[in-house]
């Protein structure tokens, strides 16, 4: 499954292959712009998961850890932490700037069930000044997958024991009923996001979903 993403920033489609070029093709270099590290984020062992955002330099690794539990991660408040090579915990104060383009670092989202992103240091972009609040600028996103119930019906919920047990996971409003009622399954709503059925992650805090109608 090769995945698209959306753009942010002008609401095009896309690829993988493209991704850097197109990030770069809106630079912003007025006097009031800001030197950031333009980073792809990946699930690490499902890379059809990938986000592209860029964030200020002087910005930390705290603030890219906020952003990450907002839009993928957050369930129940879990330790986090960002390593590179070797396993090498990285304090969250370490600064963008300290980074050559090319690391990668790993992060780990809850260490009992983790979520392991891969993080590559792609490039340097210029935009416009942000607050610290926006420091982390998402510019691509993966389009959302779409998943069918055995019924033919597109599916709204995932479950993990089923998926577990190598049964198919994907039900929709009216089969999930019945499935809970059948067996003591708790399935979960279906996500754009890596962490999709683990824990009680249900993406809550997840305000970037793409609108094709922003950009019309
Ligand atoms: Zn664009
Ligand atoms: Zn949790
Ligand atoms: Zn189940
Ligand atoms: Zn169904």
Redesign the pocket.
Same mark, same amino acid.
């Given at each position: 499954m090769a995945t698209k993403s959306n753009c942010y920033c002008c609401g095009k489609t896309v690829t993988k292959g493209y991704a850097k070029r197109h990030c770069l093709s809106h630079n912003y270099t007025d006097s009031d712009c800001e030197n950031c590290a333009l980073l792809k984020i990946e699930d690490a062992y499902d890379t059809d998961y990938w986000l592209y955002v860029d964030i200020g330099l002087k910005n930390t690794l705290r603030d890219l850890d906020g952003f990450l539990r907002n839009i993928w991660l957050e !369930? !129940?408040g879990?330790m986090s932490a960002f390593y590179q090579k070797h396993h090498e915990k990285i304090p969250f104060s370490r600064k963008m700037n300290s980074f050559e383009e090319g690391s990668v670092l790993l992060y780990d989202y809850?260490f009992g069930?983790t979520t392991t992103l891969k993080i590559t240091f792609v490039g340097q972009t210029t935009r416009k000044k942000q607050s610290q609040k926006n420091s982390v600028r998402l510019l691509l996103r993966n389009e959302p997958f779409i998943f069918k119930c055995s019924c033919g019906k597109t599916a709204e919920y995932f479950c993990n024991e089923c998926d577990w047990d190598d049964d198919y996971p994907f039900y929709c409003k009216e089969c999930v009923e019945k499935h809970e009622n059948e067996v003591e399954h708790y399935p979960l709503p279906v996500v754009n996001s890596p962490r999709m059925g683990v !824990?009680?992650?249900t993406g809550e805090h997840d305000t970037y979903t793409f609108n094709p109608d922003d950009y019309t």
């Open positions: !369930c !129940c879990h809850d069930s !824990c009680g992650y």
